[in-house]
C-alpha cells in the first residue's frame, strides 16, 4: 500500500518556491532595467551581430521570436534567437540578454567542454523528462519497487544536465560582461551595473533548477536505501 509521504510535499512545495522566486528575480529585474537605456542606441540584434562579427562568426543567424524572455542559442541550427523586445531593444537589459547569447555562440565555436556535454546530454534528458510523468503517475502505483528506481535514474539524468548548464550558462554571462564592456556598448556606472544584475538575475533560474531536480533526486535515492533496508 502506497503511503502519503510529507517529506515528499516539503520537497515539492519548496523547489517549486524556489522556481517561482528565481522567476520572479529575473523578471523584476529585467522590468526594471529594461527601462534604462544604453548610450550607444545600439539594439540587442545590433550588439549580438557585433559580437558575432568580433569573433569570426559568419554563419550564426540573428532573428527575432515572439514571447519575452524566449531568448536561446540555437547550436544545431545556427541561430541566435531574441525575443522582439530584446532584438529591437536599446536598453542595457537587451544588450545584456543578447550579449549573453552570444557568448554561447562563441562557446560553440571554441568547442567548450561544458557546451559540448549538455549538447550532447539533450537527447537522453528529453526522454527522461517524457518517462517521469508516465512512472510517477502509472508504473509508480502498479509497481514502486520498479518505479522508484527508475524515477531516481531519471531525475539523476535531469540533475546532471541542469549541473552540466551551470557552468555554460556562468561562462556566457561572464563573457557578454567582458565583451560589453570592451566594445562600449553599456557604459561604465549606471548602465553596467545594471546589466550585470539582469544578468545575474537570469542565473538564479539555473541554479534553482539544479536545486530542484538535485532534491528530487535525492528523496528516490533515500527511498530506495528505505526500501532496501524494509527487504533485510
Known amino acids: 500500500m502506497i503511503h502519503f509521504d510529507p517529506l515528499y510535499l ?4 519548496g523547489t517549486t518556491a524556489l522556481a517561482m ?5 529575473v523578471k523584476a529585474a529585467y522590468n526594471r532595467y529594461s527601462q534604462v537605456p544604453a548610450m550607444s542606441g545600439l539594439s540587442g540584434a545590433q550588439i549580438a551581430q557585433r559580437i558575432l562579427d568580433l569573433n569570426n562568426i559568419h554563419d550564426v543567424e540573428v532573428v527575432p521570436t515572439h514571447g519575452l524572455l524566449s531568448d536561446h542559442y540555437d547550436p544545431q541550427n545556427k541561430k541566435l534567437v531574441l525575443c522582439e523586445e530584446n532584438f529591437y531593444g536599446t536598453n542595457v537589459a537587451a544588450l545584456g540578454v543578447a550579449a549573453h547569447e552570444a557568448g554561447h555562440a562563441i562557446q560553440h565555436k571554441q568547442l567548450y567542454a ?6 550532447a546530454a539533450v537527447g537522453i534528458t528529453t526522454m527522461a523528462g517524457q518517462a517521469i510523468p508516465f512512472i510517477g503517475f502509472g508504473l509508480f502505483y502498479l509497481a514502486p519497487k520498479i518505479a522508484i528506481p527508475a524515477l531516481a535514474i531519471c531525475f539523476g539524468i535531469v540533475m546532471v544536465f541542469q549541473l552540466i548548464t551551470l557552468p555554460v550558462e556562468f561562462d556566457a554571462t561572464a563573457r ?6 570592451h566594445t562600449g556598448a ?8 545594471s546589466m550585470g544584475k539582469v544578468l545575474d538575475a537570469a542565473a538564479l533560474t539555473y541554479v534553482a533548477a539544479f ?17 532496501r533496508r524494509d527487504e533485510e
Do not use: D, H, N
Open 10 to 13: 516539503i520537497i515539492m512545495l
Open 21 to 25: 522566486w528565481a522567476s520572479w528575480r
Open 114 to 119: 561544458p557546451l559540448q556535454w549538455r549538447m
Open 176 to 181: 557578454a560582461k567582458r565583451i560589453l564592456a
Open 186 to 193: 553599456v557604459a561604465p556606472g549606471q548602465e553596467t551595473e
Open 211 to 227: 536545486i530542484s531536480s538535485l532534491a528530487t533526486f535525492l528523496y528516490y535515492i533515500l527511498q530506495m536505501m528505505g526500501g
